[in-house]
Nanobody
């Protein structure tokens, strides 16, 4: 069974720092692109950052310069380091694993971890 389990969320003050973790089981972790997405109340889920199996990184403009994504293929874990947090960063953060083969791709999702940034 595929499982993605997020941790590290919580309540922080504006300007603070959090590091989210996502531990994966049931997949060949090193073969998949890993990512972080977030969803604020009443809004659609949006991309935060992704990292491919070749360590190519994509970061959304909204968090560029403040967030760093990384992966550890030994621990089967992907991380999201978030600095200079803003109240606008408040959302549920979801871990994503994508396996792409030609035109076809398959996504797995974690249950999410809440990040709340206070003023």
């Amino acid at each position: 069974q595929v499982q993605l389990v997020e941790s590290g969320g919580g309540l922080v003050q504006a300007g603070g720092t959090l590091r989210l973790s996502c531990a994966a089981t049931g997949i060949i972790f090193s073969s998949n692109t890993m990512g972080w997405y977030r969803q604020a109340p009443g809004k659609q889920r949006e991309l935060v950052a992704t990292i491919t199996r070749g360590y190519t990184i994509t970061v959304a403009d909204s968090v560029k310069g403040r967030c760093t994504i990384s992966r550890d293929n030994v621990k089967n874990t992907v991380y999201l380091q978030m600095n200079s947090l803003k109240p606008e960063d408040t959302a549920v953060y979801y871990c994503n694993s994508r396996n792409s083969r030609g035109r076809e791709s398959y996504d797995y999702w974690g249950q999410g971890t809440q990040v709340t940034v206070s003023s």
